[in-house]
T-cell receptor
Framework: NAGVMQNPRHLVRRRGQEARLRCSPM?????VYWYRQLPEEGLKFMVY????????ESGMPKERFSAEFPKEGPSILRIQQVVRGDSAAYFC?????????????FGPGTRLTVT | GDSVTQMEGPVTLSEEAFLTINCTYT??????LFWYVQYPGEGLQLLLK?????DKGSNKGFEATYRKETTSFHLEKGSVQVSDSAVYFC??????????FGTGTSLTVIP
């Protein structure tokens, strides 16, 4: 029973390039969440999606960041024109339902380094 | 709004010492409470959870009790091992809402 899959595990981009991070939720999970973890900091919520819908993007920076969860395929977090401050670990989580006792299951993360 | 406050780290303990990591929360409803653990270079793993007042979550020798009167969910372990070295995150989830994570407490256990 595969867990949450993220790829790539490590991604290096030059300033100004685009970064695309992929997340496949656990089988049977339709709720996907993206978090960012900056060095020496905790997890910051970015966005919550269900299939073909963005439910809550209150944690997403207003510019350059976007997320999608298409009907088929993985969820994608896209960062355009990356800057050094985007260097962080990006974690995806999934759950079978939202809120209450339904824990989130995390992927191993994608570590983005912007040079 | 809902929030979680964790004790500041880092925490360094000798093997077999007693561990307490404090966590308090603020919530408008009746949240579920969680402890997650993150080992170096990995994602977060659920350690334990409690879904209502006075529940005790336990796993791998760790335990935490949901205290509504003090709005706390402190993590404890009677005898830590080197392999427990990790970052520990307290979190809450209100029905229908997103998770709120604490900032994490780094634990290092030395032989």
């Amino acid at each position: 029973n595969a867990g949450v899959m993220q790829n790539p595990r490590h991604l290096v981009r030059r300033r100004g390039q685009e970064a695309r991070l992929r997340c496949s939720p656990m089988k049977g999970h339709s709720h996907v969440y993206w978090y960012r973890q900056l060095p020496e900091e905790g997890l910051k919520f970015m966005v919550y999606l269900q299939k073909e819908n963005i439910i809550d993007e209150s944690g997403m920076p207003k510019e350059r960041f976007s997320a999608e969860f298409p009907k088929e395929g993985p969820s994608i977090l896209r960062i355009q024109q990356v800057v050094r401050g985007d260097s962080a670990a990006y974690f995806c989580a999934s759950s079978s339902a939202r809120g209450g006792p339904y824990e989130q299951y995390f992927g191993p993360g994608t570590r983005l380094t912007v040079t | 709004g809902d929030s979680v406050t964790q004790m500041e780290g880092p925490v360094t303990l000798s093997e077999e010492a007693f561990l307490t990591i404090n966590c308090t929360y603020t919530a408008t409803g009746y949240p579920s409470l969680f402890w997650y653990v993150q080992y170096p270079g990995e994602g977060l793993q659920l350690l334990l959870k409690a879904t209502k007042a006075d529940d005790k979550g336990s796993n791998k020798g760790f335990e935490a009790t949901y205290r509504k009167e003090t709005t706390s969910f402190h993590l404890e372990k009677g005898s830590v091992q080197v392999s427990d070295s990790a970052v520990y995150f307290c979190a809450l989830s209100d029905p229908g809402n997103q998770f709120y994570f604490g900032t994490g407490t780094s634990l290092t256990v030395i032989p």
